[in-house]
């Protein structure tokens, strides 16, 4: 897999939503996997994360931000680090440009 650059934060970003993430009565473990961890352990992991990201209110917000600012590291808005990597790669992300709604175009499109 490609080595992607640290999180570029958009500069239209917004905060509020992650006030009302689900995530924030879950372990933050649960969303960011430890060094080395593979096979089922990750996918158990991983699912358990999309799960909490599936019930929650700012899902879209959430996975938008992460596209958009190309967070390297986690689960964010249901997406795991591989998924937003198969977005990155098929949309060139360059294409829809980093506004509000952009990444969610780009895992519509894809997705």
């Known amino acids: 897999m490609p080595q992607q650059p640290l ?3 958009p ?6 939503w992650q006030e009302h993430g689900a995530c924030r009565e879950a372990d933050t473990a649960l969303f960011f ?3 080395n961890e ?4 990750r996918i158990r992991r991983d699912r358990a994360a999309k799960s ?4 929650c209110e700012v899902r879209l917000e959430c996975a938008d931000y992460a596209i958009r600012a190309r ?8 997406l795991t680090e ?3 990597e198969r977005i ?24």
């Open 7 to 9: 999180a570029q934060v």
């Open 11 to 16: 500069v239209d970003a917004t905060w509020e």
């Open 33 to 35: 996997h430890p060094q």
């Open 38 to 41: 593979r096979g089922l352990s």
């Open 52 to 55: 909490v990201c599936a019930r």
């Open 71 to 78: 967070e390297p590291y986690g689960v964010w808005g249901g």
């Open 82 to 84: 591989e998924e937003r």
């Open 88 to 111: 990155y790669v098929k949309a060139a992300l360059t294409t829809y440009g980093r506004e509000k709604g952009a990444g969610l175009r780009a895992a519509v499109d894809l997705l």
